[in-house]
């Protein structure tokens, strides 16, 4: 069975353009998550779709951040414009729609923003 | 808002050594789960704790949960080098879902 997919892996930018990353979730998995984390510390919850419902968008930076879930399968999450302080790792993880669901991850997008 | 607190924040032991990682906070807990992630991968999933005072064992880990469901411990007997790696509890209280500020483990040859 296929693990959650993330693209790219790393991406670099200049502050104030665009970015967009994609994730492909575990088939079947209902629930997905986007994670923003700084190197050692815990992730930060930045969204989370049950379907194609965001049900927690409380912690996404609205004015600059977007995330999609079309047809309630893959997602994307952009950033327009990026600002030095983006600079992170950008996790996806699913799960089966359940309060103590285990979430499996994906590898990550490490963002930086020069 | 950060709930869960980890401590310590950072860890660097010789091979063989006992170690324990603390997870508090001020809610109490539905379930917690503790996950492990390794350098440029995702968090995977160690244990899940559900029940108050709840002990569970993976090997040389120990969880425990507290009895009031506010806070758990992991313990590693005899740490080895690939014990090394960003221990995170993860908790949700309602519909707000918190990953804990994160402990670094470090197990020195």
């Known amino acids: 069975e296929a693990g959650v997919v993330q693209s790219p892996r790393y991406k670099i930018i200049e502050k104030k353009q665009p970015v967009a990353f994609w994730c492909n979730p575990i088939s079947g998995h209902n629930t997905l998550y986007w994670y923003l984390q700084n190197l050692g510390q815990g992730p930060e919850l930045l969204i989370r779709y049950e379907n194609e419902e965001a049900v927690d968008d409380s912690q996404l930076p609205k004015d600059r951040f977007s995330a999609e879930r079309l047809k309630g399968v893959d997602s994307t999450l952009k950033i327009q414009p990026a600002e030095l302080g983006d600079s992170a790792v950008y996790l996806c993880?699913?799960?089966?729609?359940?309060?103590?669901?285990?979430?499996?991850f994906g590898p990550g997008t490490r963002l930086t923003v020069t | 808002t950060q709930l869960l607190e980890q401590s310590p924040q950072f860890l660097s032991i010789q091979e063989g050594e006992n170690l324990t990682v603390y997870c508090n906070s001020s809610?109490?807990?539905?379930?917690l789960q503790w996950y492990r992630q390794e350098p440029g991968e995702g968090p995977v999933l160690l244990v899940t704790?559900?029940?108050?005072?709840e002990v569970k064992k993976l090997k040389r880990l120990t969880f425990q949960f507290g009895d009031a469901r506010k806070d758990s411990s992991l313990h590693i007997t005899a740490a080895q080098p690939g014990d090394t790696g960003l221990y995170l509890c993860w908790s949700n209280t309602g519909n707000q879902f918190y990953f804990g500020t994160g402990t670094s483990l470090t197990v020195i040859p």
């Open positions: 809610s109490v807990f539905s379930s």
């Open positions: 993880a699913s799960s089966i729609l359940d309060s103590c669901g285990e979430q499996y």
């Open positions: 704790v559900v029940t108050g005072g």
